[in-house]
């Protein structure tokens, strides 16, 4: 036995540094999708106000939350909500430290104030113009170093809101100041937008906003406990899909 483990040692020490390196979470343990809640809540940074004079982070932490306590045997999720304030340029390092393989970000969207301004001159009216600017879209940055795998994880997480009843939100299109965002799949609203940490981290990463809560319309719904349920189980959903399949491709690597 003795010179069994003084054999072993002795490969490991002349052959070592040419063995493949075999991260932690290849041995039976799972993946790890890093939560970002969007917005810190250090200073002004609370996020859009709402209609209803909620800020955006509010919602935020609540959806962030509700995708968190998902469980899955493909995958762990880790969140880091409002409360622990990680500043935007310390996410892709704070991610990284936590060995993370996918990052999500989730947010709430706004619209530019002159259609703000219109939208609540409605007054209600849910076949007018707050339609415009109402649902979910979801970005990835084509820049980024892991850009192709964002781009699937996004499509994929797109296609589960949408076939779950979520609105794609295709007012990032429209052509004004501030707006005329990159369109990668109209029918799942999915958008090709470098944002800080989509550009800027190592491993794949996508940001969601979930719904307009600009839109007296949208907010009304995001203040339900139904709407926090449909929306992680959506995302869920498609990050799901992405594992089994990442986990496909590297078996036929096989």
């Known amino acids: 036995m003795k010179k069994c483990l003084v054999?072993?040692?002795?490969?490991?020490?002349?052959?070592?540094?040419?063995?493949?390196?075999?991260p932690a979470k290849n041995?039976?343990?799972?993946?790890?999708?890093?939560?970002?809640?969007?917005?810190?809540?250090?200073?002004?940074?609370?996020?859009?106000?709402?209609?209803?004079?909620?800020?955006?982070?509010?919602?935020?932490?609540?959806?962030?939350?509700?995708?968190?306590?998902?469980k899955s045997d493909k995958f762990e999720y880790v969140l880091i909500d409002s409360s622990q304030k990680v500043k935007l340029k310390n996410r892709p390092?704070?991610?990284?430290?936590?060995?993370?393989?996918?990052?999500i970000e989730i947010h709430h969207d706004s619209a530019q104030q002159i259609d703000i301004d219109v939208c609540n001159k409605e007054k209600g009216d849910k076949n007018g113009f707050c339609n415009k600017m109402s649902g979910a879209s979801v970005?990835?940055?084509?820049?980024?170093?892991?850009?192709?795998?964002?781009?699937?994880?996004?499509?994929?997480?797109?296609?589960?809101?949408?076939?779950n009843g979520f609105r794609a939100n295709l007012y990032h299109m429209k052509d004004i100041k501030g707006e005329r965002r990159k369109i990668v799949s109209e029918e799942n609203a999915v958008y090709d937008t470098c944002f800080y940490v989509l550009k800027n981290?190592?491993?794949?990463?996508?940001?969601?906003?979930?719904?307009?809560?600009?839109n007296p319309q949208d907010e009304e719904k995001v203040k339900h406990t139904d709407y926090h349920d449909r929306f992680a189980k959506s995302v869920h959903e498609g990050i799901e899909a992405y594992f089994e399949f990442y986990i496909q491709q590297k078996e036929n690597k096989n």
């Open 7 to 22: 054999a072993i040692l002795f490969f490991i020490a002349i052959f070592g540094s040419y063995l493949p390196y075999l």
């Open 27 to 70: 041995l039976n343990s799972k993946s790890r999708v890093v939560i970002f809640v969007g917005h810190t809540g250090v200073g002004n940074n609370f996020g859009a106000k709402s209609s209803s004079g909620i800020y955006e982070i509010v919602y935020n932490d609540i959806l962030a939350k509700k995708l968190a306590s998902i």
């Open 93 to 103: 390092d704070f991610a990284a430290k936590y060995k993370a393989d996918l990052i």
């Open 139 to 163: 970005f990835f940055c084509s820049k980024q170093e892991k850009g192709s795998v964002s781009e699937k994880v996004s499509l994929l997480i797109g296609k589960s809101l949408q076939k």
């Open 201 to 214: 981290a190592k491993v794949p990463s996508v940001l969601i906003e979930a719904a307009v809560i600009t």
